[in-house]
T-cell receptor, first 114, second 116 residues
Framework: DSGVTQTPKHLITATGQRVTLRCSPR?????VYWYQQSLDQGLQFLIQ???????AKGNILERFSAQQFPDLHSELNLSSLELGDSALYFC?????????????FGPGTRLTVT | AQTVTQSQPEMSVQEAETVTLSCTYD???????LFWYKQPPSRQMILVIR??????QNATENRFSVNFQKAAKSFSLKISDSQLGDAAMYFC?????????????FGTGTRLKVLA
């Protein structure tokens, strides 16, 4: 158990819909990262937050957005869903700085768009 | 721009044997961290080992060790006494030092098969 929690574990929805994925980082970790992994593919970095502020963006579509709240949990919002958005979405957290830079991953949310 | 290259899409090893997975990276920076992550069929991402660039000593975690060659920008993972549970996708990753500032760069992964 990495200490990072993600809900829900599985999500099945229809095209055109909107969903919200939730992530709670490990206690003390200030950074949260979101990744997308399609079947048999590598990790695609989406976005990073550090202590409530957006710090880096990757290949995140305009239909996707995220935020990190004062209690440091984060949400990834996916809207106008398409079949190609079906993937495993990971959240990872890291304490960073003198505490180290290891990223710890949650179990992922498996999104299926039908 | 920093890049991470894993040139072996797939590797096989006999149970109890040793295997080495390759990773090279490109950077002009001197203060960074390198990681190996394992993704078994469950698809959970698990940290295997980390290496700080400022440390000359190679990191070791039980049966897992790295060969870190800073000048050559090489960071290979050696798995000794391979076990069936080691079968997984392995990702190499790089990150610059600096809190909340930089993203992680991942390689494309190497799929390791362990043969009984």
């Amino acid at each position: 158990d990495s200490g990072v929690t993600q809900t829900p574990k599985h999500l099945i929805t229809a095209t055109g819909q909107r969903v919200t994925l939730r992530c709670s980082p490990r206690s003390g970790d200030l950074s949260v990262y979101w990744y997308q992994q399609s079947l048999d593919q590598g990790l695609q970095f989406l976005i990073q937050y550090y202590n409530g502020e957006e710090r880096a963006k990757g290949n995140i579509l305009e239909r996707f957005s995220a935020q990190q709240f004062p209690d440091l949990h984060s949400e990834l919002n996916l809207s106008s869903l398409e079949l190609g958005d079906s993937a495993l979405y990971f959240c990872a957290s890291s304490v960073e700085g003198t505490g180290g830079y290891e990223q710890y991953f949650g179990p992922g949310t498996r999104l299926t768009v039908t | 721009a920093q890049t991470v290259t894993q040139s072996q899409p797939e590797m096989s090893v006999q149970e109890a044997e040793t295997v080495t997975l390759s990773c090279t990276y490109d950077t002009s920076e001197s203060d960074y961290y390198l990681f190996w992550y394992k993704q078994p069929p469950s698809r959970q991402m698990i940290l295997v080992i980390r290496q700080e660039a400022y440390k000359q000593q190679n990191a070791t975690e039980n049966r897992f060790s790295v060969n870190f060659q800073k000048a050559a920008k090489s960071f290979s993972l050696k798995i000794s006494d391979s076990q069936l549970g080691d079968a997984a996708m392995y990702f190499c990753a790089y990150r610059l030092s600096g809190a909340g500032t930089y993203k992680y760069i991942f390689g494309t992964g190497t799929r390791l098969k362990v043969l009984a």
